[in-house]
């Protein structure tokens, strides 16, 4: 789908600076106040030892810098995906506004709140003995980081001429695939640790990290 013409050179709206200002002075409470977090959040993407050691020190929704950075992951992702939406004509300009933002919003926290559900599920189902547990932990902590990631790249979408949106979408979209691919890379080398099938891995996989992405590309073919 071609992007759609816009009076204005950007995709920029007066409501967006609300939420920049907003995730900013999150960021630096957090930097202030637990001023170690993001070296420990990067350590526990990349080692699983340290990961271990972090799911044993904190709840997964317990820690107050954990849910400001997931909340902080979640709004960044809905504002690329509202702006995508926007500029490749999935709605037009008149529907666009803080109000299809919000809906934007609302669906993505839903689908991470699904899958931490499912897999709460499937822990209590097959009585598992801690992989979907640390599954779901090494899910939460890359989603803090990609978070991070995704605010310069939220930034730029609203800011950059609309002329130029196309290569930083991609770039989104390969960042979002590099991150699900980490994802399941982690995952299968927690089954094997486990001794567990990685097929229960690679289900979980199809159902709710590849197929959710194939439908949302596919708005835009």
Same mark, same amino acid.
């Given at each position: 789908?071609?992007?759609?013409?816009?009076?204005?050179?950007?995709?920029?709206?007066?409501?967006?600076? /609300?939420?920049?200002? *907003?995730? #900013? $002075?999150? %960021?630096?409470?957090?930097? +202030?106040?637990?001023?170690?977090?993001?070296? @420990?959040?990067?350590?526990?993407?990349?080692?699983?030892?340290?990961?271990?050691?972090?799911?044993?020190?904190?709840?997964?929704?317990?820690?107050?810098?954990?849910?400001?950075?997931?909340?902080?992951?979640?709004?960044?992702?809905?504002?690329?995906?509202?702006?995508?939406?926007?500029?490749?004509?999935?709605?037009?300009?008149?529907?666009?506004?803080?109000? /299809?933002?919000?809906? *934007?919003? #609302? $669906?993505? %926290?839903?689908?991470?709140? +699904?899958?931490?559900?499912?897999?709460?599920? @499937?822990?209590?189902?097959?009585?598992?003995?801690?992989?979907?547990?640390?599954?779901?932990?090494?899910?939460?902590?890359?989603?803090?980081?990609?978070?991070?990631?995704?605010?310069?790249?939220?930034?730029?979408?609203?800011?950059?001429?609309?002329?130029?949106?196309?290569?930083?979408?991609?770039?989104?979209?390969?960042?979002?695939?590099?991150?699900?691919?980490?994802?399941?890379?982690?995952? #299968?080398?927690?089954?094997?640790?486990?001794?567990?099938?990685?097929?229960?891995?690679?289900?979980?996989?199809?159902?709710?990290?590849?197929?959710?992405?194939?439908?949302?590309?596919?708005?835009?073919?």
């Amino acid at each position: 789908m071609e992007p759609i013409l816009r009076e204005t050179p950007t995709l920029f709206e007066p409501w967006m600076s /609300i939420v920049f200002m *907003i995730s #900013l $002075a999150a %960021l630096a409470y957090i930097r +202030l106040v637990y001023p170690r977090r993001f070296g @420990l959040l990067a350590k526990t993407a990349f080692r699983l030892q340290i990961l271990r050691q972090v799911m044993r020190e904190e709840l997964l929704f317990s820690h107050r810098s954990s849910l400001v950075l997931f909340a902080h992951f979640i709004v960044m992702t809905s504002i690329i995906i509202y702006a995508a939406v926007n500029h490749y004509g999935v709605m037009s300009i008149d529907q666009s506004g803080i109000g /299809i933002f919000s809906i *934007i919003l #609302l $669906a993505v %926290l839903i689908v991470y709140l +699904l899958k931490f559900s499912l897999m709460g599920f @499937l822990k209590w189902a097959y009585a598992d003995k801690g992989l979907i547990r640390e599954y779901r932990f090494e899910v939460f902590s890359i989603s803090k980081i990609s978070g991070l990631v995704y605010l310069p790249i939220a930034i730029l979408v609203v800011t950059q001429n609309v002329g130029s949106l196309n290569g930083i979408f991609i770039f989104a979209v390969v960042l979002f695939l590099i991150s699900a691919i980490w994802r399941t890379v982690q995952g #299968l080398i927690m089954s094997f640790s486990y001794s567990v099938s990685p097929v229960y891995i690679i289900l979980y996989l199809c159902t709710l990290e590849i197929l959710p992405f194939v439908l949302f590309t596919s708005l835009f073919y």
